[in-house]
C-alpha cells in the first residue's frame, strides 16, 4: 500500500479535490489518499461548496471528505506529499529536521509540465477558478497514478 498525502492551505478547496481525483485515478487496494491543510480554519468542515461542484460535474463525489489539519506525525504515516503551493510547501518542510521526511513532500505540479509550478488557490475567485484548478490537478494526478503503476 503506497500512502499520499495531499496538502493545501484550508484544506477545503485544492486538497479536497486532489484526494478525490487521485482516488478516482488509482485502486484503493494499492493506493491510500488523504488530505490536509496547514492552516487550522476549517478543521471539521466539509469542502467548499465550489469544489464540491466542479467535482460532481466531472463524477467525483468529495461532499464527504472532512478538513483536518497538517500534523508531523504526517511525515512517517506518509510515502508522498503533494503541496498544491509554495507557501504550502515551506509550511510542511519547517515541520521537520528530518532529511528523509523532507523529501517525501514536492509540488504536485513538479510532476507535470503545465508551465506553472503552483496550483492557484481559488478561494477568493469565482467558479471558473474552480474549473480551471480542477484541471490542473487531474493532469499531475494522470501522471501520478501512472507512476504508482510502475
Ligand atoms: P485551499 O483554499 O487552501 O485550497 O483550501 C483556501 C481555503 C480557505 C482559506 C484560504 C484558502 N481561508 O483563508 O480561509
Redo the contacts with the bound molecule.
Keep these: 500500500m503506497t500512502k499520499v498525502l495531499m496538502v493545501?492551505?484550508?484544506?477545503?478547496?485544492?486538497?479536497?479535490l486532489a484526494e478525490g481525483i487521485l482516488r478516482s485515478k488509482v485502486d484503493s487496494h494499492l493506493v491510500d489518499v488523504d488530505s490536509a491543510?496547514t492552516?487550522g480554519?476549517?478543521i471539521g468542515n466539509s469542502p467548499?461548496p465550489r469544489s464540491v461542484a466542479v467535482a460532481r460535474k466531472y463524477g467525483i463525489d468529495i461532499s464527504t471528505q472532512i478538513c483536518r489539519k497538517f500534523v508531523p506525525e504526517d511525515f512517517s504515516r506518509y510515502d508522498r506529499i503533494y503541496a498544491?503551493d509554495l507557501n504550502?510547501y515551506k509550511d510542511i518542510i519547517v515541520q521537520t529536521n528530518d532529511s528523509n521526511h523532507q523529501k517525501k513532500v514536492k509540488l504536485l505540479l513538479d510532476t507535470v509540465s503545465v508551465g506553472i509550478n503552483e496550483v492557484p488557490?481559488?478561494?477568493y475567485g469565482g467558479t471558473n477558478g474552480f474549473e480551471k484548478v480542477f484541471h490542473l490537478i487531474s493532469q499531475a494526478c494522470d501522471t501520478i497514478a501512472q507512476n504508482l503503476k510502475q
Design positions: 493545501c492551505l484550508g484544506n477545503i478547496c485544492r486538497s479536497p491543510g492552516a480554519y476549517h467548499d498544491m504550502n488557490d481559488p478561494y
